[in-house]
């Protein structure tokens, strides 16, 4: 109800919901609403569009003209900090100086408003009148002027927050009621100054924040904001009661003295959230309500509601000011609009006032606010988006006070400041489209919107951290150059639309795809990739002195006092003494190269070959023999920037001797080391060389000569290493084989406006000046790039001289430059964001040559270096760019790094190389670029050139104030070396433990603290550390190389029931699961049992062939002990069922394999429940003994591994606990102590038999399965420490404890049951020791807290534990509820167990995952390499004594109570026909290999066995298709048009064959839709889908009753006539199928389609449909599935006309068909073309066949014969060449001859036939119709040769993925991605054809609710949309089948597929819209589905 002054919240929160003119509520029998869905429409004609500052936050000119400081000039300097980065709005964006460029933007936004603030202290500097400054009031006049003069209105605020500093001083400002007069004198002079221009007032922004702000309640509140007023209790309602009256003085001083003259309007602008209630609680719905009271109502309710006062909530408060009467009168509709200003909103929860709390504005509230977490964030930690806030707040001001008139005056949403600002126009988009959703479709009065904000400003306490611009502003630049951002222009064309007219692209603004471009790839780097580390001699070395080395000029310029703190390299890293250190570092490292570099003056003091010097030489021997001797191979630089100084002192790189120079050192070094040197780099980074040594000469050697020396330098650099190239390639390479190449570095030059195309050129320029100056002459074409020879020579020649500055190369030196490197070397770090900016032609120098602008990206992280910004993505891009211009050289990245101050905790640089690294491999796997390696610079922190040690590169930490240069692991050492052991980043499930070590109880007897296990392995061994302290993180899913004990057991399982089948076969009698999946109690869930199950029974040979092919040594499988002991006991001993697993394990032995038994897996003897009740007795303990004797005897001379229980826990608990196994028992407060009591003693009984009867004859040994999830805590708390320990010991400790605990007993936490049977001190003594081996089988985890008994709880074992379980949501699922994957819990049960039992003998007997069935079981390969790896760590990390492991399981199988549903298998096995064939999934060939290699041996590529990336695959692609695609829908003149008989319709054959009762329920099509006489309402379906084609077919028996012109039906004309011109009237496209399998029946009686004669009928008929309809149709389809009229209609006969003749009918009809087309089309093509202009295609239906086993080259073969056999069949004659395929011509001759005929039973087309058919080879106009649906599974299967038929001609095999949904046609399986794949075959095999997709899918009951067809419309449209943006291929149309449900052939109206119900009940045959109506629709609307 809504009552007076308070209003049910929720009312709001779904008033956007309500479809306009209706109550009914979206989301409630409609399609959901979506608050970020674009709806198309467009704002009122007179809107009003504008953008908005305020005055300090742009301005500046703080102090200029007379201006006197506002309180925020006085806030921002007073020394306090109370801005965030320090800053203030002295400058801001100079608006002061650059308001004409700004009124400029505007215009280009096409605003007609621009909303600015006035500076009350610029205007009157104490604020009072009597100070009036001219000066300010001229800068707005002149700012009013020119906005006027640009068609731009002014809306002026009065005050923004900018209160005069005098008036703070004299009166204490907002606090002092005087300030209400001053306020109406300031507000008088700008209505007096201004008013005759400005019309549009706004007295004050945002009160609210100026008193107090929910968020960060400021101004006089916390004293966040200027003035800095800390007064919570009072100050905040003074102040909003002052401006409240300030604002009713200023309104009625306009109104009373302007209004009548100026003619103008003012209001107030008031800001508020949205607020939520957080539940549905009348508490929280009146807490949201309360918020918003007391936020916007506190303004808005005395100005806009009906008594001038405050909101009747807030009055209680005590400290509230009271209004006189008279202010109330004043204060009612004091403002002609309301201003709103919205960003954001709140979620709100009732707060009770509690004793405790603070007297404070905030408390009196009594809320609580927070945000949804799934909201997406800003800049601003306050602004969280959620579009339906604008909507349900504007519905609430026009609820709450009668609809006034609204302008939104700000609204936006702040970001780091990028110009690729997509997430703003997101915002926009997404918000101004809820606006318009409550204008149009809600009635809210909204009158303009203003967004916030033009221009990046000063953003108060945030400073410049946050920005909001449409424009970019660079406030690193005195200048202030702006910038539209792509927001900018997206927000001016939706102002050029007046909103969001239908159709128009919003995905265009943004240039780049960021979330594709930044999306992370799983994949490995190729085999041999070079991982190294890199360091610079003069940077590490040290020893400069020492042993013979000369100065050079690094020496001499660091000596001179160049560098940063006086800093040089004279010691630096002292690698000169510690180089063997160092290569430990690396070899810790893991890389396999070290790029180090030479120092010249080390080998040759003064750079000449006179003073070689032996001791660098040998210093340089020593550390490449030590590299080698650790494995890791050298890769050195000869020249890092060290030139000796004597060299340097004769012109250096200026000279042209030191090429010669160079030569002699490269030579002397390649002699000396080049048996040891395989890759070599002449030169690191000749740019750095050139221009910052010899250009701007801040680097050594300090030349400055920027526009002439810096080109001689970098041309001489070129020649010599052109010369030492040469020479090494002359010389040594036939003798050392290495490899020579340059290291150049460039960082990526991305255009600063991606669509500037002089900001385009503008990069491409400065790449080409950066990196083209030298790699176009040494791997391009020999020279300097075209651009940089044409630029400097024409600036040369203008400035004066006779030739160009940059040196030219001979043409000799061209020959020789050109290709002269084996690989490009590339340093990269950042990037730069280039503009054009035209140089003064007078300046000489490099740098202005290339007349270009260089920035950065605000959004780019900073690092230690002011020029190093990080951009991951910048690599990706430069390395494309080198491939593509440079034929794909091979590229080492051979430095790339960040900078920070040193820390060991350095995460900047893990996340660097990770984001960078994994760039690169984007570069190699995405878009083949070869690169080969990869060196991280830097190894270790060095002397970084003139920075010194300030600034921080390495991998390891160095101390340079120790004299021993101590070096120290950074955390980035852990992860550099994880992506090299990986060899990058393969796909392993993402989650991570983040774990850290707190807390650990002690170990105390029988009970031990969990978190010791959670955190266990996290132990690095040998120590104490643990991973996430001060080390790498454990992350518990990736994998870590290493290798199994030689003598690890590996195998396989399954169980007796689960598999063998023959339920009742050689005399085996029921078990308890037999009798409990038959007694018809539903208690499995999909009703199936274990009858058959995989019949392993009768395929025991092949399954040991199968295991065997696993590569495993040992089958686990279980005894069923009703098959050998019928009734249970030794009396009943059934020879049959012995010798069944004789021969079993006889199999196994002779194959290699060992047999592992279990004894009892769960399927006790029926006979012995029946009559003794089973485990419940303790009799069966004897009997159990009884039972394990007899199999000992039998099988123990081959046997010599047995297990007696399997999962004790599971029989005890689901057996006869809850009964949710067998037998279904449920007596869960004692049955299952007993039932575990009687198990165990049964176990200790057949242990004792085997060890004192047996095992001294049979050697081997006995154990128990045990199973158990682990248990984590759910909180640190030791309450629910000690009850994961209690989960533990009640499920697992309940069997381990008496078998493996040392005391033959319970654990102690147990025994306080009462109802716990207690064991006898001999059964102890026997139940201790009792298991050689402890079988352990492992699944899942969970995580557990404590629950204290309540005293409601039953009486149960579950409750006796007191825990509560769940999972991390984030663990991945299963197709098993219960299984969620968490690979450590392998690792900490391991190890739970081996501190517990004292470490004993583990086997893990199980351990797997279940999904739906896939051969591509990239889960389960990904589970088993996870969990066996986590199993591995436990034994070589942890010492855990695990012996073998065994693989859950070898096949799928019956699953228990879940029957078939989940599957288990590394084998697939199909339960769907009788012969179960078995076919191994890849994880079969995954684990095949993991058991070959024993474990993980480095290097192993294990991404291959999955032949498909399914997450790339599956991954939904956010695009629009082409302008002017067709979208439509589709129906067949039989399906839907009744009228059967009426207006001279003749019958047709499906008429005949429905009549003959061949359908379905006996179903005909006689009414069908009744289309015939409704087609009108269904045209007006059609218009509400928004297609705009209808595809429908004609019923040539309508147009001539016997399929002849002498039967030609006028009234059959002219309804189809009135069908075409209703859709045309309705801005539909008729889209016409002239043949859906209707033909006349007197034509099927003169043979039909087998019949010649009917390729002229066609014809005829085909002629009169273009006679009388062409002028009207453009788009024409001659045949429907031609397939399913030759096979299913006259090959197999199923359809009519109902002819069986499989092997030659069906190719007769099939070639009649393409003839009849073809000719057809000609007819078409020569008669009518030129006269209608419209198309002609063929509809071909077909599923995508992919190859059941991809790795199979005969299903692949199979696969691709099928498609040639049901789609090339017609699509090769009318789009290929003219014929058949070539298989198929092949095949089917070759079984005809060999079936004993002369002739292939395929018929041949004529020589002109072939021309005739080859439409597409002759270049006549056509496309190809595609229907397409779903998918099989195809493999190879030789049919037999004697049967003549074209299905046994494919010699294929048909099945499905298990994996793929069902619909309600048996034949069609869900998977979209065939959609694109066959597209992608049709575009490649038949040259890329024009394709439309004319039928595509699903069938349901019928229910309006089709959640399955909104699915399958969306995924599949999505591929289709892939296969055009991603494949290329040409698709033009799609049309959804169907338009409404309709006849369904020979289903009848079983199945319905259409997007509208049709009651088949209802004489008129009613329609209703089914739910996916309004998606396909949105789907068409939007063009597909833009990034929203």
Known sequence: MVVRGKIVLFLYFFLALIPRGGAQMVGMGQAEYDPDAVVPGQFPDDFAWGVATSAYQVEGAWDKDGRAPSIWDVFTMDGASHVKDGSNGNVACDQYSHYKEDVQLIKSLNVKYYRFSISWSRVLPDGTEASLNQAGINYYKNLVTELKANGIEPMVTLYHWDLPQALHDSMGGWKNSSIIQYFGAYARVMFRELGDQVKFWITLNEPWVVAAWIRVWLGYGSGVNAPGIKEPATSPYIVGHNQILAHSLAYNIY?????????????????????????????????????????????????????????????????????????????????????????????????????????????????????????????????????????????????????????????????CGTLQDQARLDYYKAYINNMLRAITMDGCNVKGYVAWSLLDNFEWASGYTEKFGLVKVDFERNERPRTVKDSGFFFADLVKNNGFPPGWDTSTYVMQDVEERDMFLHDTFPDGFAWGAATAAYQVEGGWNEDGRGPSIWDVFSHNGRIANHDTGDVA??????????????????????????????????????????????????????????????????????????????????????????????????????????????????????????????????????????????????????????????????????QVGITLDCDWKQPNQFRSAKDRYAAERALQFKLGWFANPIFGNGDYPSVMKRVVKQKSIAQGLSKSRLPEFTPEEIKQNKKSADFFGLNHYTSNLVSQFDRPIRDQSYDNDQDVD?????????????????????????????????????????????????????????????????????????????????MAWSLMDNFEWTSGYTQKFGLYQVDFNSPQRVRSMKSSVSVYSEIIRNNGFPEIATQVCHCYFTHITMVVRGKIGLLLYFFLALIPRGGAQMAGMGQAEYDPDAVVPGQFP???????ATSAYQVEGAWDKDGRAPSIWDVFTMDGAGHVNDGSNGNVACDQYSHYKEDVQLIKSLNVKYYRFSISWSRVLPDGTEASLN???????????????????????????????????????????????????????????????????????????????????????????????????????????????????YDTEFRVFQKGKIGITLNSDWSIPKTQSQADIDAAERQLQFSLGWFANPIFGGNGDYPGVMKNISRLPVFSTTEKQNNKGSADFFGLNHYTSNIVSNRPRRDDDPVSYMTDIQTQTEVDPSWRGSASPWLKVNPGGMRNILNWIKTTYNNPEVYVTENGVSDCGTLQDQTRLDYYKAYINNMLRAITLDGCNVKGYVAWSLLDNFSWSFGYTPRFGLVKVDFERNERPRTVKDSGFFFADL??????????????????????????????????????????????????????????????????????????????????????????????????????????SRIMADGTPGTLNPKGIKYYNNLIDELLKNGIQPFVTLYHWDLPQALQEIGGWENDTIIDHFNTYAEICFSNFGHKVKSWLTFNEAFVISWLGYGIGVFAPGVYSPGTGVYQVAHNIIRSHVKAYHTYNDHFRS???????????????????????????????????????????????????????????????????????????????????????????????????????????????????????????ITYDNCWNRSESSWLRVNPWGLRKLL??????????????????????????????????????????????????????????????????????????GLYQVDFNSPQRVRSMKSSVSVYSEIIRNNGFPEI
């Open 854 to 934: 260089i920035t950065y990206d605000n959004c780019w992280n900073r690092s230690e270096s002011s020029w190093l910004r990080v951009n991951p993505w910048g690599l990706r891009k430069l390395l494309n760019w080198i491939h593509d211009r440079y034929d794909g050289p091979p590229i080492y990245v051979t430095e790339n790094g960040v900078s920070d101050k040193g820390q060991l905790d350095d995460e900047r640089r893990i996340r660097y190389y990770r984001d960078y690294i994994n760039e690169m491999l984007k570069a190699i796997k995405l878009d083949n670029v070869d690169v080969r390696g990869y």
């Open 1491 to 1596: 058991v070959k290699n024993n474990g993980f041996p480095p290097g192993w590529d294990t991404s291959t066995y999955v032949m498909q990336d399914v997450e790339e695959r599956d991954m939904f692609l956010h695009d629009t298709f082409p302008d002017g695609f067709a979208w439509g829908a589709a129906t067949a003149a039989y399906q839907v048009e009744g009228g059967w008989n009426e207006d001279g319709r003749g019958p047709s054959i499906w008429d005949v064959f429905s009549h003959n009762g061949r359908i379905a329920n006996q179903d005909t099509g006689d009414v069908a839709c009744d289309s015939y006489h409704k087609y009108k309402e269904d045209v007006q379906m059609l218009k509400q889908l928004g297609v705009n084609h209808y595809r429908f077919s004609i019923s040539w």
């Open 573 to 738: 890293c002292d690698s000169y003494h510690k180089y063997k250190e160092d290569v430990q570092m690396l070899k810790q490292l893991g890389v396999n190269h070290y790029r180090f570099s030479i120092s010249w003056s080390r080998i040759m003091a003064d750079g000449t070959p006179g003073t070689l010097n032996p001791k660098g030489i040998e210093y340089y021997n020593n550390l490449l023999d030590e590299l080698l001797k650790n494995g890791i191979q050298p890769f050195v630089t000869l020249y890092h920037w060290d030139l000796p100084q004597a060299l340097q002192e004769i012109g250096g790189w200026e000279n042209d001797t030191i090429i010669d120079h160079f030569n002699t050192y490269a030579e002397i070094c390649f002699s000396n080391f080049g048996h040891k040197v395989k890759s070599w780099l002449t030169f690191n980074e000749a740019f750095v060389i050139s221009w910052l040594g010899y250009g701007i000469g801040v680097f050594a050697p300090g030349v400055y000569s920027p526009g002439t020396g810096v080109y001689q330098v970098a041309h001489n650099i070129i020649r010599s290493h052109v010369k030492a190239y040469h020479t090494y390639d002359d010389h040594f390479r036939s003798k050392y084989n290495g």
């Open 1135 to 1249: 020879q049959a069922g012995i010798n069944y697993y004789k021969n079993l394990v006889t199999e196994l032995k002779a194959n290699g394999i060992e047999p592992m038994v279990t004894l009892y897996h769960w399927d006790l003897p029926q006979a012995l429940h029946d009559s003794m009740g089973g485990w419940k007795n303790s009799s069966i303990i004897q009997y159990f003994g009884a039972y394990a004797r007899v199999m000992f005897r039998e099988l123990g001379d081959q046997v010599k591994f047995w297990i007696t229980l399997n999962e004790p826990y599971i029989v005890a608990w689901l057996g006869y606990g809850n009964g949710v196994n067998a037998p279904g028992i449920k007596e869960p407060a004692t049955a299952p102590y007993i039932v575990g009591h009687n198990q165990i003693l049964a176990h200790s009984l057949a242990y004792r038999i």
């Open 1880 to 1953: 992608k075959w049709i575009h490649d095999r038949y040259d890329g054809p024009p394709i439309y997709v004319t039928e595509n899918g699903v069938s349901d009951k019928g229910q309006l609710d089709d959640e399955r067809r909104i699915r399958y419309y969306r995924d599949y449209i999505n591929e289709m949309l892939k296969a055009i943006k991603l494949d290329n291929v040409d698709v033009r149309g799609y049309m959804a089948w169907s338009l409404m449900d309709n006849f369904e052939w020979t289903s009848g109206y079983t199945q319905k597929f």
């Open 1731 to 1853: 006269k209608y202009n419209g198309q002609v295609g063929i509809t071909l239906d077909c599923d995508w066949k992919q190859p059941n086993q991809f790795r199979s080259a005969k299903d692949r073969y199979a696969a691709e014969r099928a498609l040639q056999f049901k789609l090339g069949w017609f699509a090769n004659p009318i789009f290929g060449n003219g014929d058949y395929p070539s298989v198929m011509k092949r095949v089917v001759k070759q079984k005809s001859l060999a079936q004993g005929l002369s002739v292939s039973r395929l018929p041949e087309f004529t020589p002109e036939e072939i021309e005739q058919n080859k439409i597409i080879l002759s270049n006549l106009p056509i496309f190809f119709g595609l229907n397409h649906y779903t998918s099989n599974l195809v493999s190879q299967f030789d049919r037999p040769i004697r049967d003549q038929s074209y299905d046994n001609d494919q010699d294929v095999d």
């Open 255 to 415: 109104d009373t003295e302007f209004r009548v003259f100026q003619k103008g309007k003012i209001g107030i602008t008031l800001n508020s959230d949205w607020s939520i209630p957080k539940t549905q609680s009348q508490a929280d719905i009146d807490a949201a309500e309360r918020q918003l009271q007391f936020s916007l109502g506190w303004f808005a309710n005395p100005i806009f509601g009906n008594n001038g006062d405050y909101p009747d909530v807030m009055k209680n408060v005590s400290r509230l000011p009271v209004f006189a009467s008279t202010e109330k009168q004043t204060n009612k509709g004091s403002a002609d609009f309301f201003g709103l200003n919205h960003y954001t909103s709140n979620i709100v929860s009732n707060h009770a006032r509690r004793a405790d709390d603070p007297v404070s504005y905030i408390t009196d509230m009594q809320t609580n606010t927070e945000a949804d977490p799934s909201w997406r964030g800003s800049a601003s930690s306050w602004l969280k988006v959620n579009p339906s806030g604008m909507r349900n707040i504007l519905n609430w001001i026009k609820t709450t006070y009668n609809n006034p008139e609204v302008y939104v005056t700000e609204n936006g949403i702040s970001d």
């Open 1046 to 1052: 030689d003598d690890f057991a590996w195998g396989v």
